[in-house]
């Protein structure tokens, strides 16, 4: 599967919760600066760590770091299995 459809696809997954929580830690870990973390939605999210270089289909380590810890094993599963 390529890499943006995959991003598509675990995006649409990911509730609203789970959106606080992932926002929360790209801000925790500088990953994107939290005023324009405010009103992203997960794709968005996901883009943007794709355009600054920290996620891609040869490095998808942080993309599984904040899956595991959005607590989502299934779509982290679904990424190993892809990627």
């Known amino acids: 599967m390529e890499f943006g459809k995959m991003l598509i696809d675990l995006a649409k997954e990911i509730g609203k919760d789970e959106l606080k929580t992932l926002k929360a830690l790209c801000g925790v870990y500088y990953l994107i600066p939290k005023g324009d973390l405010e009103d992203m939605k997960a794709y968005e999210v996901f883009k943007r760590l794709e355009a600054n270089g920290r996620i891609s289909s040869d490095n998808t380590e942080l993309l599984k770091q904040l899956l595991k810890e959005i607590n ?6 679904r990424l190993v299995m892809s990627f």
């Open 72 to 77: 989502r094993v299934d779509l982290l599963k």
